[in-house]
T-cell receptor, first 114, second 115 residues
Framework: AQSVTQPDIHITVSEGASLELRCNYSYGATPYLFWYVQSPGQGLQLLLK??????LVQGIKGFEAEFKRSQSSFNLRKPSVHWSDAAEYFCAVGVSSNTGKLIFGQGTTLQVKP | GAVVSQHPSRVICKSGTSVKIECRSL??????MFWYRQFPKQSLMLMAT?????????EQGVEKDKFLINHASLTLSTLTVTSAHPEDSSFYICSARLQGSDTQYFGPGTRLTVL
């Protein structure tokens, strides 16, 4: 069965430090992979997505993610975190391009220390 | 672009009453809308997929008679929680898929509290 695992429930980093949020997926075929961010009172915002092609994907707000098929991973990175990046981050896998269904990971809460 | 709204943003109701939540795609047409439920500090769980002009497809374990979904137009889907009970209290989120796209755009969510 398809699944998404985000091993880190909560991460704290200092402002200006680099960030990596982990995501592992289980899916038989080539997955569609997404990272979303959820801020309090706001809807999920798409940070970036991977469908095919270049395995290093650039997104908004300075985020990037790398698809590694051998490790079944799609980790999110940012070289320098800003206080405004504090939020909940969700990794998701699209299980069907026809239906558009997504399976979400448990989420990682990012706290940024000044 | 690609803005999705939900109304209301929060609602409190008495046990046994029904509550309707609206999901609108404001600047695009969405042939498919999705309804999720999110418990505190947990992930989004897909409840159902709503296609314009046809019956919704419910995920396993979701009661279709309790969570009525209507997708009457390309910009509006509604979720009605019938005979709500305290265990239905949750954060309900909708999303809309841009026609011809693989990307979902999410609404801000509706906080339902059943007393």
């Amino acid at each position: 069965a398809q699944s998404v695992t985000q091993p880190d429930i909560h991460i704290t980093v200092s402002e200006g430090a680099s960030l990596e949020l982990r995501c592992n997926y289980s899916y038989g075929a080539t997955p569609y992979l997404f990272w979303y961010v959820q801020s309090p009172g706001q809807g999920l915002q798409l940070l970036l997505k991977y469908f095919s092609g270049d395995t290093l994907v650039q997104g908004i707000k300075g985020f990037e993610a790398e698809f590694k098929r051998s490790q079944s991973s799609f980790n999110l990175r940012k070289p320098s975190v800003h206080w405004s990046d504090a939020a909940e981050y969700f990794c998701a896998v699209g299980v069907s391009s026809n239906t558009g269904k997504l399976i979400f990971g448990q989420g990682t809460t990012l706290q940024v220390k000044p | 672009g690609a803005v999705v709204s939900q109304h209301p943003s929060r609602v409190i109701c008495k046990s046994g009453t029904s509550v309707k939540i609206e999901c609108r795609s404001l600047d695009f047409q969405a042939t498919t809308m999705f309804w999720y439920r999110q418990f505190p500090k947990q992930s989004l769980m897909l409840m159902a997929t709503s296609n314009e002009g046809s019956k919704a497809t419910y995920e396993q374990g979701v009661e279709k008679d309790k969570f009525l979904i209507n997708h009457a137009s390309l910009t509006l889907s509604t979720l009605t929680v019938t005979s709500a009970h305290p265990e239905d209290s949750s954060f309900y989120i909708c999303s809309a898929r841009l026609q011809g796209s693989d990307t979902q755009y999410f609404g801000p969510g509706t906080r339902l509290t059943v007393l």
